[in-house]
């Protein structure tokens, strides 16, 4: 089993920045790849950015050039930042591992086992 802890959310002005932050437990971290979802309300649920094992990475076409997903396999930890925040990036946001891609990048939510509890992004305009 893998546990999953985001921290760092919170409400920022449209242009802000924020970090949130993933740690994970109970499998070696360099043996899972990540990635981050949002859900906002009545929406579903949309991987915006993912990280394999051996770090290539997947934005999703909407956070492009405003967010960067990175991993310290020493601290079991994946981190999203995200800047020039706008209004539509606000939503629940999940990480999620993936235990068994090995060099693919995976984006449906489908594909991950386990997945943290959420953290609220809030912009406002």
């Known amino acids: 089993q893998v546990q999953l802890v985001e921290s760092g959310g919170g409400a920022v002005q449209a242009g802000g920045s924020l970090r949130i932050s993933c740690g994970a437990s109970?499998?070696?971290?360099?043996?899972?790849?990540m990635g981050w979802f949002r859900q906002a309300p009545g929406k579903e649920r949309e991987c915006v950015a993912a990280?394999?094992?051996?770090?290539?990475?997947y934005y999703a076409d909407s956070v492009k050039g405003r967010f960067a997903i990175s991993r310290d396999n020493v601290k079991s930890t994946v981190y999203l930042q995200m800047n020039s925040l706008i209004p539509e990036d606000t939503a629940v946001y999940y990480c999620?591992?993936?235990?068994?891609?090995?060099?693919?990048?995976?984006?449906?939510?489908?594909?991950?086992?386990?997945w943290g509890q959420g953290t609220q992004v809030t912009v406002s305009s």
């Open positions: 999620a591992a993936d235990p068994r891609s090995v060099n693919v990048i995976m984006t449906r939510a489908n594909r991950y086992d386990y």
């Open positions: 990280i394999s094992r051996s770090g290539g990475r």
């Open positions: 109970g499998r070696a971290f360099s043996s899972l790849a």
